[in-house]
């Protein structure tokens, strides 16, 4: 059993969603997988883990590529209070089931054709893997040929001027580079979750310095990967404290994702309220959907990911001809009337007050 979770991609597309000349292969060619492998590595803690690793299948069902994550361990740069919390609570939570999820990966891509590499940087060959580790704020990209990991974001967000900039990136999603054919091409998109995540040590919020690093809203960074430079985000103003007393902050500090459109637009899932809406660069959401279906357990609309996809995707489907929604007036938006017994009310809440 390949033990697959949370992604793959097919070869002829580096990421999964649509991109101009990029068609992925249905009837032949190899495929990406994100799988788990049950191993033990000292190095990072003498309990069990849970690992991951990527494994590339041909269409035949051959397994002739594989990388394992917890080898690379020692390239990562953990700082001795963050191996000390590994060691002791290597990420034993939730899907572990008894063993230490120690990085949590959530994504792998390809990093396709790309300007970086058209110019000489080795570091982004198209065949290099772009992933992210949840649990550890760690973005990496792995060398296909050597297994070496080439590029790398996190867990330290605070060692040059760029990176205390930038700022902490916590339990990030959908780490991927903008594929060659769409604006922004070349530069990476992170869903930055927020809530908490990390290892180091111990702080009030983490008394035992697991998920160490805390923090209670989202955003959407499209970043240059050679200067870190921040060339788009959502929310425009991430100002700290102030956002903090938004009662309309975005915000899902688990699952999520987001996709650059060949539009310039930028879809967003905003996962733990199956919220997905497309927002234009300059802020101005122009489409959204949030989500009717409710997982049993959490008794919540979860969306872990969603993409905008051409007709000639999906050939089984009706192609509809678009129709243009008429913007509606929040002022005036009232609920139908209720049936006879029952009784709805609309509720005015004035921004900034509780």
Known sequence: ??????????????????????????????????????LKNPKISQKPLLDDTFIEVSWDGNIIWEWICSDHFEEMGFS????????????????????????????????GPNRWFDSGDERFHPDNIIWSGRHTNVMGITDKKTGKIMWQLGPDFTSTPALRKLGQIIGQH??????????????????????????????????????????????VIELNPITLEVAWQYPPDISGIPRLLDPLVFYSSLISSAQRLANGNTLITEG??????????????????ISPYYAKKIKAPLVYRAYRVPYEWV????????????????????????????????????????
């Open 1 to 38: 059993m390949a033990r697959q979770h949370h992604d793959y991609q097919r070869e002829g597309n580096p990421v999964g969603y649509y991109v101009p000349g990029m068609e992925p292969l249905v009837d032949r060619g190899n495929t990406l997988l994100l799988c788990h492998k049950n």
């Open 80 to 111: 001795p209070e963050a191996r000390k919390t590994l060691a002791r609570e290597p990420g034993m939570v939730g899907v572990g089931g008894g063993m230490g999820d120690w990085i949590h990966m959530n994504c792998a891509a390809l990093l």
């Open 174 to 219: 959908h780490v991927h580079m903008i594929p060659k054919g769409l604006p922004g091409e070349g530069n990476i998109l992170i869903f930055d979750n927020g809530g908490l995540a990390g290892y180091g040590a111990p702080n009030p919020g983490s008394p035992t310095g697991l998920f160490n690093a805390l923090r209670d809203y989202s955003r």
């Open 272 to 289: 733990s309220h199956g919220r997905i809406f497309e927002i234009t660069q300059q802020h101005e959401i122009v489409w959204e959907y």
């Open 315 to 354: 050939p089984q489907a009706e192609r509809q001809d678009g129709k243009a929604v008429p913007r509606p007036n929040n002022s005036k938006f009232r609920v139908p009337k209720a049936p006879r017994g029952r009784v709805f009310a609309v509720v005015k809440i004035k921004r900034g007050t509780t």
